[in-house]
């Protein structure tokens, strides 16, 4: 597994593939963060806060992640080296965690840089100096470090459904839409359907299972047992769906 892992984040950072990831991800953040006027743009904002990389980041990611994941197993079915994976010593799971684990690294490098945003904000927004000559910040350290694992934890999930929509195509344009439509359904579609009343007061199950309530509790400053277990559940659901899709393919 480890060989594997390894050549598969080789793949991502020996290829120009990764670096198009980081970069597209870094140049469009910090456009609409710094540059754009809109609501986005970290200047434009009364308070000095992160708010608005954490509400846009999400829609960049469900449109970068599934670019990344189309070509991790489909790619593998339509050369035919999914059968040499077989013939390794390695199980149908540990293919799975490998190159899924590959797409955790790359997300988890992607994400670094932005903390330059957080350095940035906490320089502006310095309010004053205690007694004790200790500069005082306005910004919301606590809030910012659970926003920064809630992405992470969404953008882990984005790439299990990632996983999922490679497995059950070859085409690699098939499972990328695949892929960016399942990660919009969870984020906001679900969202949206729950503000529809469809169901009047059991509309709030529609939200539940969706990610976006998940990811802003978590952004509020508190990590909840309940939104940890259902970011794991839900990266599980699709891995386990994953696996049994590979197995099926040894048939």
Request: aromatic share 14%; with cysteine.
């Amino acid at each position: 597994m480890k060989a594997l892992y390894f050549k598969e984040v080789r793949s991502f950072l020996g290829s120009i593939i990764g670096y198009i990831f980081i970069i597209i991800f870094l140049i469009t953040s910090g456009i609409f963060h710094w540059v754009v006027a809109e609501n986005t743009n970290f200047l434009m904002g009364e308070e000095v806060d992160m708010i608005p990389f954490f509400n846009l980041s999400p829609v960049i990611l469900f449109i970068l992640i599934p670019a990344i994941t189309m070509r991790m197993i489909a790619e593998e079915r339509k050369n035919g080296t999914i059968e040499l994976l077989f013939t390794r010593p390695i199980t149908d799971l540990q293919i799975i965690l490998a190159k899924y684990l590959a797409g955790v690294t790359l997300l988890f490098i992607s994400l670094l840089p932005t903390l330059i945003y957080y350095y940035s904000l906490v320089n502006l927004g310095v309010e004053a100096v205690d007694d004790d000559g200790i500069a005082k910040t306005v910004i919301d350290e606590g809030a910012t470090f659970t926003s920064y694992l809630g992405l992470f934890l969404l953008g882990c999930v984005f790439l299990a459904i990632g996983m999922f929509s490679t497995a059950v195509t070859s085409n690699q344009i098939v499972a990328f839409i695949l892929a960016m439509f399942l990660c919009w359904f969870f984020y906001d579609g679900l969202e949206l359907i729950g503000s529809f009343s469809i169901i009047g007061d059991m509309d709030f199950i529609f939200k539940y299972v969706g990610l976006t309530s998940h990811y802003v509790s978590i952004r509020k400053g508190l990590i909840d047992t309940s939104d940890l277990v259902y970011f794991i559940g839900m990266i599980a659901i699709f891995l386990t769906a994953s696996l049994a899709v590979i197995k099926s393919l040894k048939r």
